[in-house]
T-cell receptor, first 110, second 113 residues
């Protein structure tokens, strides 16, 4: 099976600081990677995605970096806000099947 | 359209009973996915449909699990002879076929006693 892992289960940051959430993946053939945010009691919410022919993609306050050499994905959140507190999952797609990591919980301290 | 909806939101059942969950995707989305999520874990892919065709079901957890999407719109996930290990959140997601971005529903939380 596929393996998508996260380096840290919990990350605490101060409001206003930048957050970096890391993810390792195992299938080098995957062509699509996604970051999701999940708040308590809700389904995952799409944040940003990146295809394997890119190494960086930016959204509003978020940036995803893809390093295919070491099979590493990261999510950077700028100026972290209390509303960013949630569990973040990385996922990789392989022929229309999606594999999620176990998640990193982001705590934003006021 | 308000997004993906799932019904019921919570289901408590006794071991050995059958349960069925429903998912209504975003109306123009022709792909529909089912996932299972246990506490502290990421969603686990189960199966997906493109329109009414079930294109991948090898990840369904056992032959007690089945899914249908008879008219290419809503979908149902059935678990027969439930076991305590089936207790989890069952998530549905939908997307446009040409685009990978999936929109998730709120999930159905199943508790098997």
């Amino acid at each position: 099976g596929e393996s998508v892992g996260l380096h840290l289960p919990t990350l605490s940051v101060q409001e206003g600081d930048n957050s970096i959430i890391n993810c390792a993946y195992s299938n080098s053939a995957s062509d699509y990677f996604i970051w999701y945010k999940q708040e308590s009691g809700k389904g995952p919410q799409f944040i940003i995605d990146i295809r394997s022919n890119m190494d960086k993609r930016q959204g509003q306050r978020v940036t995803v970096l893809l390093n295919k050499t070491v099979k590493h994905l990261s999510l950077q959140i700028a100026a972290t806000q209390p509303g960013d507190s949630a569990v973040y999952f990385c996922a990789q797609a392989d022929f229309n099947k999606f594999y999620f990591g176990s998640g990193t919980k982001l705590n934003v301290k006021p | 359209d308000t997004g993906v909806s799932q019904d019921p939101r919570h289901k408590i059942t006794k071991r050995g009973q059958n349960v069925t969950f429903r998912c209504d995707p975003i109306s123009e989305h022709n792909r529909l996915y089912w996932y299972r999520q246990t506490l502290g874990q990421g969603p686990e892919f189960l199966t997906y449909f493109q329109n009414e065709a079930q294109l991948e079901k090898s990840r369904l957890l056992s032959d007690r699990f089945s899914a249908e999407r008879p008219k290419g719109s809503f979908s149902t996930l059935e678990i027969q002879r439930t076991e305590q290990g089936d207790s989890a959140m069952y998530l549905c997601a939908s997307s446009l076929a040409a685009v990978y971005e999936q929109y998730f529903g709120p999930g159905t939380r199943l508790t098997v006693t």
